[in-house]
């Protein structure tokens, strides 16, 4: 009988020992497959970051090369600015379509005899006799939406007020005590002067 609990104890304790073994088996199999996961997850992750870092520097060699190209190009834009300089002779910019008189601005004489005039929004039109020039009210009038423009609107009306005259002198440098500019204010008159004959060549127009 003796013999008999033995041998059932010996029995127990040997399935004991299977079971402890099955457990740690299990356990051991459970912590393999967690860190395959984790070795996984981590490749995963490297994989994605080095996708990301490849995007970065694709990016940023975009960049660069953008950044060359613009630089190509403002060279070039200056390259060519600096070619067409040399082609371009020198000119002296004056107000008023200069036409090369190097003596007198004749527009400028004949803005500032218009100004001295009127009070307000004054502008001297040219008015060209030699090719049968209109009257200056209709060269005001012609000229009633440019002047109106560069006063911003801030008027409605235009007319003419007076016109003048200049001659140019014979001379570039005319010698001291010399009679050689002369120039003539027709009044209200001047505004009616007949078409297609000389007399004014300066209209003075007024805004109002």
């Excluded at 457990?23 to 395959?36: D, I, K």
């Excluded at 994989?47 to 060279?75: C, F, G, H, S």
């Excluded at 090369?100 to 039109?125: I, R």
Aim: proline share 2%.
């Amino acid at each position: 009988m003796k013999d008999m609990s033995y041998v059932l104890l010996f029995i127990n304790a040997i399935v004991v020992v299977l079971m402890a073994m099955y457990v740690y088996q299990n356990e051991r199999r459970m912590r393999e497959l967690s860190t395959e996961k984790e070795l996984i997850q981590d490749q995963e992750l490297s994989t994605l970051e080095k996708e990301v870092n490849v995007l970065k520097l694709e990016k940023k060699k975009i960049e660069i090369r953008k950044a060359i190209q613009e630089e190509k190009d403002y060279i070039s834009k200056l390259q060519v600015s600096e070619q067409a300089a040399d082609k371009t002779p020198l000119k002296v910019l004056l107000p008023k379509r200069y036409d090369g008189t190097l003596t007198y601005n004749y527009d400028e004489m004949a803005q500032s005899y218009c100004a001295s005039l009127s009070s307000g929004w004054v502008f001297a039109l040219r008015r060209d006799c030699a090719r049968g020039a209109d009257t200056c009210n209709n060269i005001c009038a012609s000229a009633k939406n440019l002047i109106l423009a560069s006063v911003s609107n801030q008027r409605t009306r235009v007319s003419c007020f007076d016109a003048y005259r200049v001659d140019n002198p014979s001379t570039a440098q005319p010698d001291s005590n010399t009679v050689f500019l002369r120039t003539h204010g027709y009044g209200s008159g001047g505004c009616t002067w007949e078409a297609n004959h000389c007399g004014p060549n300066y209209c003075c127009c007024k805004a109002f």
